[in-house]
Every structure is written in C-alpha cells, then in structure tokens.
C-alpha cells in the first residue's frame, strides 16, 4: 500500500519505556478517531499512515520501499534526560540508529535501514522521534516522565507532518 507518510511506532509494549513508540501510534490514533473538521486534516489525511511496528522486523521492507517518507518513533538512548524527546532527521537519524544499542528491536531497525540503503528503497526525508527511556525493565506502562512525553512526541509527529506535506 503505497503511501506518502508512514509512521512507525516502535518498540515492546511488556518492556516498560520500550513501548513508548507504539504508545505514541495509539496517541495519534486517537487523535485521528476524534478529527471532526479541516482543522484536523493532518489527522484525517489519508496519504498518512499510522503503523503499530512493534519489535520491528524486515516484512516491514515493503511498507517502508512504498512510502516517499518515513518517521520512526522509538525509545532511544541519546544521553538526555527519562522523558526528553528529541528530534534526528536524515543522516542525524542513521548516526543515531548506528550508535548504541538500548534494546535488541533497534538492532533489527538498524538492520531493516541497511536493507532498504542496499534495496535503494529508503525514503530520503525520513526522520526519528526519539524519546529517552528510564527504565525497559518488564512493565506494562511507561515511567511517569515517558508517559508524559507521550503528547510531545504525538505533537512532534504531527509538526513533521505539517511541514512535510505542505
């Protein structure tokens, strides 16, 4: 299904922060439920699509070769603060996705980034939410300071959005 924007939620729901990206999707999700008018059309706009990417994997090549832009949301290790959110677009988002490891799914999406490079089917205007975890101990909700960068990072996403599309 080819689209403009994909959106991807990434992470595991049992472990705690690691979840946040998939919290994220369902924060958008709702959001799109609740869109009434042209105020919303970010929201409403079918060229977007919001996917709940869980742990990731390489089934997800097509989804990405069909997308002219890609945004990841995902708990990531940048050295900030539990909760800060944090931005990275294009080559700023490979050097973070290259960097240290959090937890075994972004070795996965950095290996389903090599796979679309080599593929040539990695969209060019891609960009990373990145949220900093505190905790990806078993858990089923985020930390208090990651639950409260929910709505940040649901904002940011719409902001790129915005921007890309218009």
Do not use: K, Y
């Not at 959110?85 to 999406?109: K, Y």
């Amino acid at each position: 299904m080819e689209c403009t924007v994909l959106v991807l939620g990434i992470g595991n729901t049992l472990l705690s922060d690691d979840g946040v990206g998939v919290h994220v999707i369902r924060a958008l999700e709702e959001r799109r439920g609740e869109a009434t008018g042209p105020e919303n059309s970010l929201e409403t706009n079918e060229n977007v699509r919001l996917r709940d990417a869980g742990t990731v994997g390489l089934a997800l090549l097509p989804e990405i070769a069909a997308a002219e832009s890609l945004i990841v949301v995902d708990a990531t290790n940048f050295g900030g603060e539990p909760g800060d959110v944090q931005l990275f677009e294009a080559e700023n988002m490979d050097m973070v996705l290259g960097a240290s490891r959090l937890t075994p799914h972004e070795i996965s999406l950095s290996d389903l980034f090599s796979a679309a490079r080599l593929s040539q089917s990695l969209p060019m205007r891609r960009a990373l939410v990145a949220i900093q975890p505190a905790d990806t101990a078993l858990g089923l909700d985020p930390t208090e300071h990651v639950a409260a960068a929910i709505p940040i990072a649901r904002n940011a996403v719409s902001e790129i959005i915005e921007r890309w599309l218009t």
